[in-house]
């Protein structure tokens, strides 16, 4: 079981970029799914999370009104829309899979690969 994230690249300041998160098995029923982001030097951090099941979402407070997590059950696939980019969120993204409803990176058990979004001033 996997999780594969993509949809990273380099975007002016503004710009838009999505990012996906795709589950190689049907893993995501009855979970939550986050995305957290780490920048060089720098702790990860939490960006947004899913409840899968009742399609609730919470956004750290950096992100909120730019960025949307959604999810894709046909596809078994989370979404982060981030749009307004600023040069602040260049960072590696994370996706995962969590145990509970929790921003914090210790309660997700399953991660993907990680994909680099540089964001130009």
């Known amino acids: 079981v996997q999780l594969q994230a993509c949809g990273g690249g380099l975007v002016q300041a503004g710009g838009s970029l999505r990012l996906s998160c795709a589950a190689s098995g049907r893993i995501f029923s009855s979970s939550v799914v986050g995305w957290f982001r780490q920048a060089p030097g720098k702790e990860r951090d939490f960006v947004a999370i899913?409840?899968?099941?009742?399609?609730?979402?919470k956004y750290a407070d950096s992100v909120k009104g730019r960025f949307t997590i959604y999810r894709d059950s046909a596809k078994n696939t989370v979404y982060l829309q981030m749009n307004s980019l600023k040069p602040e969120d260049a960072a590696v993204y994370y996706c995962?899979?969590?145990?509970?409803?929790?921003?914090?990176?210790?309660?997700?058990?399953?991660w993907g690969q990680g994909t680099l979004v540089t964001v130009s001033s």
């Open positions: 995962a899979k969590g145990v509970q409803w929790s921003t914090s990176t210790r309660d997700y058990n399953l």
């Open positions: 899913v409840r899968w099941s009742r399609d609730s979402t």
